[in-house]
């Protein structure tokens, strides 16, 4: 069975720090790797995905994550962060030929001047 | 495009009494999903609709039901509502049904049981 673990479940940072957000996956098949953003009371939208390919992703408002195999992790990193990337941030999983995302249980990103 | 929209977006409910979220998408996705967010738990699979007409369990489908009423909608409900089911419901729709499309989620639906 497929799980998720978010390392952090709260990160506070000062604006124009950089920031790491740790996920960690487990899965017994290939699978794809997703980030994505919610802002206060608002849905989940995409930041970025892994499917194939090169290990590192770019994403939306200059977020990257990078997928390394041998250690089943999926970090997101920001080099220099803004008050307006403060909010929740989930890691997912679905497997290749699943249909459902299994999601971490979220990073909460607080960013201050 | 409005997206997936879904109503209401508050509710209070009493134990005991039931209800229906409304969902639809104007994407013509064919997979839809709901999930419920609890603080600290992340967002946890209730059901899902591969395609119009099936609909198969998630994660925490106790006390849940489900209808895909076409391609465009698909509802939850509740028949004996539990304080326990006191969360933020989320409907999210995706074109295909493989694990690499990108799910579109609504605003939501914020509950309480009382």
Redo the contacts between chains.
Sequence with gaps: AQS?T?LD?QVPVFEEAPVELRCNYSSSVS??L?W?VQYPN?????LL?Y?SGSTLVKGINGFEAEFNKSQTSFHLRKPSVHISDTAEY?CAV?????????????TTLSVSS | NAG?TQTPKFQVLKTGQSMTLQCAQDMNHN?M?W?RQDP??????IY?S?SEGTTDK?EVPNGYNVSRLNKREFSLRLESAAPSQTSVY?C?STSG????N??F????TRLTVL
């Design positions: 998720v978010q479940s699978v794809y997703f994505y608002q849905g989940l939208q995409l995905k499917l989930f679905s497997e290749k030929r699943g249909t459902a995302l299994i999601f971490g249980k979220g | 997936v997979s999903y999930y600290g738990m992340g967002l946890r699979l899902y591969a998630g989320f999210a049904v493989g694990g690499y990108e799910q989620f609504g605003p939501g």
